[in-house]
């Protein structure tokens, strides 16, 4: 077995336990369509009988993220404020569009979302979020970079993902 080999498992389990310590219903509804998506793919190519391990084993991941009360709230909304919080996504959305407008090509720069943000909204802020709610980040990483390093940043930082 090469070191790569002797890498992947450990790796696997630590990716799969911060998914499940995050507990983002985005990153866990992502990760089950994908495996959802590769186990059809496996068992219409090499056979249903390929895939009745891994899908015993992602039953078994299903069951433990559901057994974990923290991701159990947060992806049946009974967490506190986990149900507003498309509301006040939104909000902060409009509000880094309306500060991107400000300064488009070059941005804010990268403390200034922070600033501009760290009061909340008004009154519609107050009644959505719960108040425990920082506004330390857009909580969209296109909004963040274009908000940060304006649209020639965007266009950049792009680049270098698709180079890399």
């Not at 890498?7 to 499940?20: I, N, S, T």
């Not at 059809?40 to 015993?56: H, N, Q």
């Amino acid at each position: 077995m090469n070191g790569y080999s002797d890498v992947r498992r450990p790796l696997r389990a630590a990716v799969a336990g911060l998914l499940v310590l995050g507990a983002s219903r985005g990153a866990l509804a992502g990760v089950l369509v994908a495996a959802v998506l590769s186990l059809v793919l496996v068992a219409r190519t090499e056979g249903v009988r390929r895939v009745l391990v891994p899908v015993g084993l992602m039953v078994a991941g299903v069951v433990v993220v559901l057994a974990l009360p923290m991701t159990r709230d947060r992806i049946f909304l009974e967490e506190a404020c986990a149900g507003t919080n498309i509301t006040v996504r939104l909000m902060m959305w409009r509000h880094t569009l309306a500060l991107v407008a400000e300064e488009p090509v070059l941005g804010l720069g990268p403390s200034r979302w922070v600033g501009e943000s760290s009061a909340g909204y008004g009154p519609a802020w107050q009644a959505e979020a719960s108040p425990g709610v920082r506004l330390d980040g857009v909580h969209n990483v296109v909004l963040q970079v274009t908000a940060a390093l304006g649209v020639l940043g965007l266009l950049a930082v792009t680049g270098l993902a698709v180079v890399v």
